[in-house]
C-alpha cells in the first residue's frame, strides 16, 4: 500500500520558473492537504481540498495554486517561483470520519536560487 | 499567529531519560490534539493523540498529559531511546474539523 506519494523528492528551479509538485494517495481519502514546513516554524497550510473539485485557501496561499479533477490527486503549482518558496512541501490526506490521522508524504524539498 | 505554541524548540537527553515537550493553546473549541513525530526526511506520522475528556493517555513510553484549565498538553517520552530521535509536533483542531493546528516543533535527540 503506497499511502501518499509525493514526486519529485528534490528540485532546485530559478526564480521566475513555474513547476507542478505532484501528490497522488491510493487510500479514497476525500481530504487531502499541502504544507509547507520551514525551520522553526512548523507545517503551514497552504490549500486544501475536501473533494474532487472543491479546494480553499489554508494560511499561506499566496504564490500558489491547486487543482483537484480527482480524488486520488492533488497538485500543487508554483506560477513565478520567489526565493521566499524555498521550503520542504509535504503533502497529507484523510479519511471523511472526523478527526482521523493525517497520513502525510516524504516530501518534496524545493530550492530557489 | 500560531495557534499552538510549543517548548522547548530542541532538547538532548541521555538514553533512559525523559524528554519532556509542552504544548499551550487559545481556542477552547479545540478538542483533538495529536502528537505527530518526524525523522529526517520522512513526512510526520501520528504518534499518539488525545481528547479533553481524558488528562492522561499512555501508549507505551509515550505519554500525553491533558490540563484543560490551563489550556496546555505535553508529551512525555519515557526511557528515551537514540531511536527516538526525531523532530515531535504537536497540533490541535476542533471535533470532525479536517484541519490542523501545529505547533513550531521540538528537535529530540537521545544520546546513547
Known sequence: NAGVTQTPKFRILKIGQ??????????NHNYMYWYRQDPGMGLKLIYYSVGAGITDKGEVPNGYNVSRSTTEDFPLRLELAAPSQTSVYFCASTGTSGNQPQHFGDGTRLSIL | QQQVKQSPQSLIVQKGGISIINCAYENTAFDYFPWYQQFPGKGPALLIAIRPD???KKEGRFTISFNKSAKQFSLHIMDSQPGDSATYFCAASKSYDYKLSFGAGTTVTVRA
Open chain 1, 18 to 27: 513555474s513547476m507542478t509538485l505532484q501528490c497522488a494517495q491510493d487510500m
Open chain 2, 54 to 56: 481524558v488528562s492522561e
